[in-house]
């Protein structure tokens, strides 16, 4: 985990919005792909505040150990035990990936004093010890680490890196390679799925504001055609778009939707990512139809 605005810091500006949003999304079909729909579902309760709580008062080591434990269970670890140090150091925390049992964190010297941070630096270090199990990786450490932040959120421990974003008028303070929108995004695509409202745990007014405007974006992803649910001109454009491409078979795709018309057996179909993992549907173009995604079972109601 780096620091500035990718990572933790007060010294760069943090950026704002949704640039790594293909990313993110890819990083959700990863998850479902690798751990399946059961397994995923596991996680279905995040990590209770209580569990991550440091305040100035704990002794600083057996309070690290004592979050870094809970974290490890949540993440249903049980064999992995997390030895934690503090050092002076560029980055936020590094963690040593080895075959165990034991893994070595170590977090930047800043941390004993802001004891506060210590369970989402913590939750990201140990979601790479997840990952690493799992044999999950993607190609680059930026890909790599937009996939960790986005299952540590998408597995009930991230609504604290979120927690950790703090502004004022002269410092700000963010953990994670996310934006802070898109661990709204990501917090809220999770609570569409469990039925959480994560925003009652958090500490940081900053936190709010971007989980609303994650939490837009990831409603936006039920109201696009040929959902269902799409708005007006979503379905206006969409109507358009089928008889274009019943005029003209074999047409390039157009990048500013995400659906896209293609020759069947049967006839034409739409194929569109599911609003959940992301994982592209195929369906026929026939008006009202149900559709079940193949990835994480969601079913979805459509108007094609």
């Known amino acids: ?29 990863a998850l479902y792909r ?52 503090f050092r002076r150091m560029e980055h936020a925390a590094s963690v040593e990936l080895t075959a165990g049992p034991e893994y070595f964190i170590e977090l930047n010297d800043r941390f004993r004093t802001h004891r506060r941070d210590i369970g989402a630096a913590l939750a990201h270090e140990i979601t790479h010890v997840l990952l ?42 963010k953990l994670g390679y996310l934006t802070p929108e898109e661990f709204g995004y990501v917090l809220a695509k999770r609570a569409l799925v469990f039925g959480e409202d994560p925003s009652v745990w958090f500490t940081s007014p900053q936190a709010y504001t971007a989980y609303a405007e994650g939490r837009a974006e990831a409603l936006r992803d039920l109201r696009r055609a040929p959902l269902a649910g799409a708005g007006w001109a979503g379905r206006r454009r969409y109507a358009k778009d089928r008889r274009h491409a ?57 108007d094609t």
Not at 20 to 29: E, G, N, Q
Not at 158 to 172: E, I, K, N, T
């Open 132 to 173: 690493h199990r799992l044999g999950l990786e993607l190609p680059g450490t930026r890909d790599n680490e937009i996939l960790t932040d986005t299952v540590t959120a998408y597995l009930g421990a991230g609504w604290l890196l979120l927690d950790a974003f703090r502004q004022d008028a002269v410092s700000s303070q």
């Open 246 to 302: 019943g005029e003209h078979p074999g047409g390039v795709r157009d990048p500013a939707v995400p659906y896209a018309f293609e020759d069947g057996a049967d006839g034409p179909r739409v194929s569109f990512p599911c609003p959940t993992c992301h994982q592209r549907v195929r369906v026929p173009v026939r008006g009202r139809t149900r559709a079940r995604c193949g990835l994480c079972r969601t079913v979805l109601e459509c």
């Open 1 to 29: 985990m780096s620091d500035g605005s990718g990572g933790s810091g007060g010294g760069g500006p943090v950026v704002h919005g949704f640039p790594h949003l293909d990313a993110v999304r890819s990083a959700i079909t």
């Open 34 to 85: 690798r751990v399946s729909p059961d397994g995923v579902h596991a996680y279905a309760t995040s990590l209770a505040p209580s569990d991550a709580a440091f305040s100035d008062l704990d002794d600083l080591h057996p309070g690290a150990q004592r979050v870094a434990g809970a974290i490890v269970r949540h993440l249903r670890l049980p064999q992995a035990r997390v030895v934690v140090g």
